[in-house]
């Protein structure tokens, strides 16, 4: 919300946070019971229903148009023309799951418009391989980018709820936390392992279901005192990292991040989870209308399947905050190159690797936290050749091969790695940058 002069908030306006401030997320552990878990089933299922039903409609409208590729020019209706169609859908939900529903829709419309609409219009390549081969005809739902329906077995389990007059608070009663929101006012059990901002506000609340475990995001306002952006920087103190499909990172000096690649570590369990999954569904019996009647013993493995994946997505995630962290505290300039981290994760031969690391997760982590220590974090241009430039001579090869991973100068005759000549290309480059932007280098003492 705006403030007025004093700083008090404006209800009605829209959301401006006043100078010195910030917004951050709080992750927490909740323990809904029984009754309680029901009740956020059946808003997680009535959020999908409402946004597959915008999905039907949309599809529905481009039909009509006859839609052949562009921008999307959709009036999205509101979400009580589609929940007075249905009983279900009342007021025992919170109203915000309902809007939540139409948000996530028009948030995939201006990706669609923003992303694909300004190319031609393509099908995925699934879909061409089936339509060359046995001559699939292709639908709505089949074109590369345009918003797709919401799978039950499949789809997140969340909805975000807003603050209204304090209507998501912490409670604590006997030394127990509760989170209350809409709908919950007696609260649900929270792990509060980290105090929340003292002067913080609570804006809104994202809950979701991950495996069987229940988990809260709180978006909180607060002032932070961010540190003076660093104008003088000792040369020693610039790092540059060059992504490394093994390694995650090689930097200026040579130094790897050693991820240890968690996915691999639990892929050998995952494969045998999936067979195990594939037998209990060849198996399963099948109802008059042709669905799979999924057993209990098919559900118990699939909460163990969700359980692994969850584990190693979280080792992930602890392991490139504390990575990050350690960057951003010993440098104070760290440059990056600006990779297509959506283009890279296309090819077979390197996209495994690269949803395992992570590092388009990783470079948004130094970048806020740089930012928040008065660091400076650099993106190379995205035409800057830092594996085929000699860090040595300068010298700048015409061709260079992904195979080739000695890098070897035909001027100087310099042999080095490959990343580690890239990342110390970065750290020249960073320096360069920081000079331009007016920033002090200091001498190198000998």
Same mark, same amino acid.
């Given at each position: 919300m705006a403030t007025d002069k004093n700083g008090n908030y404006i209800k009605g306006t829209k959301k401006e946070l006043p100078e010195g401030w910030v917004t951050f997320g709080f992750r927490y552990a909740i323990f809904p019971n029984d009754e309680q878990k029901q009740r956020l089933e059946r808003s997680f299922g009535s959020e999908r229903k409402v946004y597959n039903e915008y999905i039907a409609g949309l599809y529905e409208f481009l039909d009509q148009q006859q839609f052949s590729g562009g921008k999307i020019k959709y009036k999205t209706p509101s979400y009580k023309t589609?929940?007075?169609?249905?009983?279900?859908?009342?007021?025992?939900?919170?109203?915000?799951?309902?809007?939540?529903?139409?948000?996530?829709?028009?948030?995939?419309?201006?990706?669609?418009?923003?992303?694909?609409?300004?190319?031609?219009? #393509?099908?995925?390549?699934? *879909?061409?391989? &089936?339509?060359? %081969?046995?001559? $699939?005809?292709?639908?709505?739902?089949? @074109?590369?980018?345009?918003?797709?329906?919401?799978?039950?077995?499949?789809?997140?389990?969340?909805?975000?709820?807003?603050?209204?007059?304090?209507?998501?608070?912490?409670?604590?009663?006997?030394?127990?936390?509760?989170?209350?929101?809409?709908?919950?006012?007696?609260?649900?059990?929270?792990?509060?392992?980290?105090?929340?901002?003292?002067?913080?506000?609570?804006?809104?609340?994202?809950?979701?279901?991950?495996?069987?475990?229940?988990?809260?995001?709180?978006?909180?306002?607060?002032?932070?005192?961010?540190?003076?952006?660093?104008?003088?920087?000792?040369?020693?103190?610039?790092?540059?990292?060059?992504?490394? #499909?093994?390694?995650?990172? *090689?930097?200026? &000096?040579?130094? %790897?991040?050693? $991820?240890?690649?968690?996915?691999?570590? @639990?892929?050998?369990?995952?494969?045998?989870?999936?067979?195990?999954?594939?037998?209990?569904?060849?198996?399963?019996?099948?109802?008059?209308?042709?669905?799979?009647?999924?057993?209990?013993?098919?559900?118990?493995?699939?909460?163990?399947?969700?359980?692994?994946?969850?584990?190693?997505?979280?080792?992930?995630?602890?392991?490139?905050?504390?990575?990050?962290?350690?960057?951003?505290?010993?440098?104070?300039?760290?440059?990056?190159?600006?990779l297509n981290l959506t283009n890279l994760a296309q090819c077979l031969s390197l996209g495994k690797k690269l949803h395992d690391n992570g590092f388009g997760m990783f470079r948004t982590m130094l970048k806020y936290k740089a930012e928040n220590k008065g660091k400076h974090y650099i993106v190379a241009d995205k035409y800057f050749a830092s594996s085929k430039i000699c860090s040595e001579c300068g010298h700048k090869k015409d061709t260079l091969k992904l195979s080739e991973r000695v890098y070897e100068c035909d001027n100087c005759l310099t042999k080095t790695d490959r990343d580690y000549n890239a990342g110390k290309n970065l750290k020249n480059y960073g320096l360069t940058t920081l000079l331009s932007l007016g920033a002090t280098i200091q001498p190198v003492i000998v």
């Open positions: 589609i929940t007075s169609q249905f009983d279900f859908l009342d007021k025992s939900n919170d109203s915000f799951v309902y809007n939540d529903a139409k948000l996530r829709f028009q948030a995939a419309i201006k990706k669609y418009n923003e992303e694909y609409a300004v190319k031609p219009m #393509q099908y995925k390549k699934s *879909v061409r391989k &089936k339509i060359k %081969t046995i001559g $699939y005809t292709p639908t709505f739902r089949d @074109i590369k980018g345009l918003p797709k329906f919401h799978s039950k077995k499949q789809g997140k389990l969340s909805y975000t709820t807003n603050q209204t007059n304090g209507n998501i608070k912490l409670t604590q009663e006997n030394g127990e936390f509760c989170l209350c929101i809409p709908k919950f006012k007696e609260g649900i059990a929270i792990d509060l392992h980290r105090d929340l901002p003292s002067k913080g506000i609570i804006k809104k609340a994202t809950i979701r279901r991950e495996g069987t475990a229940y988990m809260v995001s709180l978006s909180v306002d607060f002032p932070m005192q961010k540190e003076t952006l660093k104008n003088s920087v000792d040369p020693s103190k610039v790092v540059g990292l060059d992504y490394s #499909q093994k390694d995650l990172f *090689v930097d200026s &000096k040579g130094q %790897t991040a050693k $991820y240890p690649r968690f996915h691999k570590i @639990i892929e050998k369990r995952q494969r045998r989870l999936n067979k195990s999954l594939a037998r209990k569904k060849n198996k399963a019996q099948v109802d008059q209308d042709g669905n799979i009647i999924y057993s209990k013993n098919y559900q118990k493995e699939v909460a163990k399947y969700q359980k692994v994946m969850k584990k190693a997505k979280n080792q992930r995630k602890d392991f490139l905050h504390k990575l990050s962290t350690q960057i951003t505290n010993e440098y104070d300039a760290i440059v990056v190159e600006d």
